[in-house]
Nanobody, 124 residues
Framework: QVQLVETGGGLVQAGGSLKLSCAAS????????KGWFRQAPGKEREFVSA????????EYADSVEGRFTISRDKAKNTVYLQMNSLRPEDTAVYYC?????????????????WGQGTQVTVSS
């Protein structure tokens, strides 16, 4: 089992920044990738960004490319999402996810463990 705890959400004005953190505990020795997804009211959970744990390869959704940056601290088993130039359409609950084996980092169905989510609200 892997436990994931997200922190860092909150309310920010458009154009502002937030940094999300996701700390992992448990059976973290087997990690292929960690990802961030988000879910707005009435919408499906969508891919935001992911990072492979060994080589640090990063991927982003087109909607956040150039504004968000994912990073990891392997010693702390923590993944981060730096979010800049936030827009009202970025408002959602943001979830951290853990993928044990390579199953494709874009699909939420390929992730094995999920955090409880943290609310990000961007006001206009």
């Amino acid at each position: 089992q892997v436990q994931l705890v997200e922190t860092g959400g909150g309310l920010v004005q458009a154009g502002g920044s937030l940094k999300l953190s996701c700390a992992a505990s448990g059976r973290t020795f087997s990690t292929y990738a960690k990802g961030w997804f988000r879910q707005a009211p009435g919408k499906e959970r969508e891919f935001v960004s992911a990072i492979t744990w060994v080589d640090g390869r990063t991927e982003y959704a087109d909607s956040v490319e150039g504004r968000f940056t994912i990073s990891r601290d392997k010693a702390k088993n923590t993944v981060y999402l730096q979010m800049n130039s936030l827009r009202p359409e970025d408002t959602a609950v943001y979830y951290c996810a853990h993928q044990t084996f390579n199953g494709g980092i874009y699909s939420r169905d390929r992730y094995d463990y999920w955090g409880q989510g943290t609310q990000v609200t961007v006001s206009s």
